[in-house]
């Protein structure tokens, strides 16, 4: 059977085509990461100095864990205050409980909110606890909810090995917003180390959609490491579809990829926008 990797469409020769994708290529993840994690001070700095609140999108998975070691250094050492900030996370497994070692509300207050000031009712995570019957009922008041705080400023993004952006495995159209999915094997199995077995993994999960992530004022999407670089050059250089969510992130006006060398490894130079930092 054909793997996911192969099921995409013609590679598109964006060199002749003379367009400059934004692609930075950093020295490895970290400072990758720390210029991710200056740009949101940046952000949430400007927005408090003007009165008004900073809206995250946030990720989970091994990649954005340097980018919150960075934010919560510089609350410690730089004064950086989160009072301002309303965050909105992209997924969450389902079923899975709030304290469960592999949930993403666990993650995200081990990793970033036990450590800052954040305001606890400024944060929203999918939960993974909701009853079945009341799922699209949820969905649409998350949707709701980030309209009403002003939208996502900035949403942080990794890519999955199947091309996906929060859970929107291959399938997930343009139009996607917050719902119910169906988590694939190739995912699953990646996720199978966090939960000790293939079969404890959940098959589904609640995620924010291509248009609810497309939405955002601008997009920063981290992938570092060899085991990337394929999904990282398709992402870029297939033909835009649902095969592979994260290709659509092209139409967007103000997306960047920041990656390593190994998560680079496939792109031609004449890919990047800006010279190796
Ligand atoms: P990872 O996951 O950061 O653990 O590699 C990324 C993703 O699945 O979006």
């Known amino acids: 059977m054909k793997s996911i990797l192969d099921q ?8 002749s085509a003379k367009v ?21 001070a940046q952000l949430i700095r ?12 946030l990720a989970t998975g091994s990649t954005p864990v340097r980018v919150y070691r960075e934010l919560v250094r510089m609350h410690r050492e730089e004064n950086l205050s989160f009072f301002n900030v309303v965050t909105f996370n992209l997924d969450e497994y389902f079923p899975i409980k709030p304290e469960s070692p592999q949930s993403y509300h666990r993650f995200m207050n ?12 400024n944060v929203h995570i ?6 079945l019957e009341n799922v699209s009922g949820y969905c649409r ?9 002003g939208g996502i400023d900035l949403q942080l993004l990794g ?4 091309g996906h952006i929060g859970f929107n495995e291959p399938g997930s159209t343009r139009d996607t917003l ?14 199978a180390k966090d939960f000790g077995d293939l079969d404890r993994v959940p098959l589904l999960a609640i995620t924010m959609g291509v248009d609810t992530i497309m939405q955002s004022k601008r997009i920063r999407l981290l992938a570092f490491g060899e085991h990337k670089a394929r999904i990282v050059q398709k992402a870029l250089q297939n033909r835009m579809s649902s095969t592979l969510p994260a290709s659509y992130l092209r139409q967007h006006p103000d997306m960047q990829y920041l990656v390593d060398g190994a998560a680079a490894s496939c792109l031609p130079p004449s890919i990047f926008g800006t010279p190796l930092q």
């Open 8 to 15: 995409s469409g013609p590679v598109d020769d964006v060199a």
């Open 141 to 149: 008041d998350y949707e709701d909810l980030i309209l009403r705080s």
């Open 159 to 162: 890519i999955g090995r199947t």
């Open 46 to 57: 400007q927005r408090a100095s003007e009165n008004r609140r900073c809206v995250l999108g």
């Open 110 to 121: 081990e990793n970033l909110f036990n450590h800052v000031d954040i305001i606890r009712s």
């Open 178 to 191: 917050t719902r119910m999915v169906r988590l694939d094997s190739l995912t699953r199995k990646d996720a």
């Open 126 to 131: 999918p939960s993974g606890t909701i009853p």
């Open 20 to 40: 400059r994708l934004p692609v930075a290529r950093f020295r490895d993840a970290s400072e990758a990461s720390k210029r991710v994690a200056r740009e949101i």
